[in-house]
């Protein structure tokens, strides 16, 4: 959806000793809580809830860690090439930076989902643009505010999300949101929705044991019924006959496979 490299999210603690590392990704260092020392390629500087940085691919760094300690740590696929242009640049002239009041509630919100599991990959690259804005201290671009939503709905589609909650959840105008989703998805705000819904309905269907009617209402549908309309509609079959061939399919792929 957004021009961005693929992104990783972990949860990391140092200890006392000072660790060093050198690879071809960027890497975000977002204390959540406690001190973490850092040094990278000869700049040092001392991290906490209020201050992050920003290690370049290609650059040695080292670390400790000062009592209890977390971070939330980014790991950016692009090389150096990527990073050399605008605001990224900036960062990297200074990769020690102070996070603002909104930088930390997303940090602090990272780490909240991703200590319950790790989060899905299109729910990273949502917050991604978002992050960025929030480090470099720039407004929140239109579309920044369309991955944010973007990821907030896919972390929770069964919130009663209409075309203006999301416009308002996004900061827009309807208007604008319209043409926003226009322009990065090629489709309508209740399109996409609904899209995503069916999809997450059709995930749970085919890993999980929930019932019909609760998978529905979680994913966003009104009740089972509404399900199975849209699942007629789009997909041609009914969510209890998807969830059988589902387990069909992955019986018969762990039966080839143990006869391999």
């Excluded at 780490?111 to 599991?117: E, K, T």
């Excluded at 009104?222 to 007629?232: E, H, K, P, V, Y």
Aim: aromatic share 6%; with cysteine.
């Amino acid at each position: 959806m957004f021009d961005l490299p693929p992104a990783d999210i972990h949860l990391r603690s140092y200890g006392p000793q000072r660790q060093g590392d050198r690879h071809a990704y960027a890497q975000l260092v977002l204390p959540v809580t406690g001190t973490v020392l850092l040094d990278i390629d000869g700049r040092t500087g001392r991290l906490d809830p209020l201050h992050g940085a920003l290690v370049a691919p290609g650059a040695w760094h080292e670390q400790s860690g000062e009592g209890g300690n977390r971070s939330v740590i980014v790991d950016i696929d692009a090389d150096i090439g990527y990073f050399a242009q605008g605001d990224w640049q900036r960062l990297l002239e200074r990769p020690f930076t102070a996070l603002s009041p909104a930088a930390r509630k997303l940090v602090e919100y990272m780490a909240l989902m991703r200590s319950a599991q790790p989060p899905r990959p299109a729910l990273v690259q949502g917050w991604m643009p978002l992050l960025f804005d929030a480090l470099a201290e720039a407004p929140a671009q239109a579309v920044s505010r369309l991955a944010a939503l973007c990821a907030a709905i896919e972390a929770e589609p069964g919130l009663p999300w209409t075309t203006e909650t999301m416009a308002r959840h996004a900061g827009v105008s309807v208007s604008r949101l319209h043409a926003l989703f226009r322009d990065e998805q090629d489709t309508t705000p209740h399109a996409w929705l609904m899209a995503r819904r069916l999809a997450r309905a059709c995930e749970w269907l085919a890993t999980g044991n929930r019932a019909i009617a609760e998978v529905a209402l979680a994913a966003g549908f009104t009740d089972q019924s509404a399900l199975t309309r849209a699942m007629r509609t789009v997909l041609d079959t009914t969510p209890a006959a998807y969830r059988r061939a589902s387990r069909e399919n992955g019986t018969k792929t762990r039966q080839g496979s143990s006869r391999k």
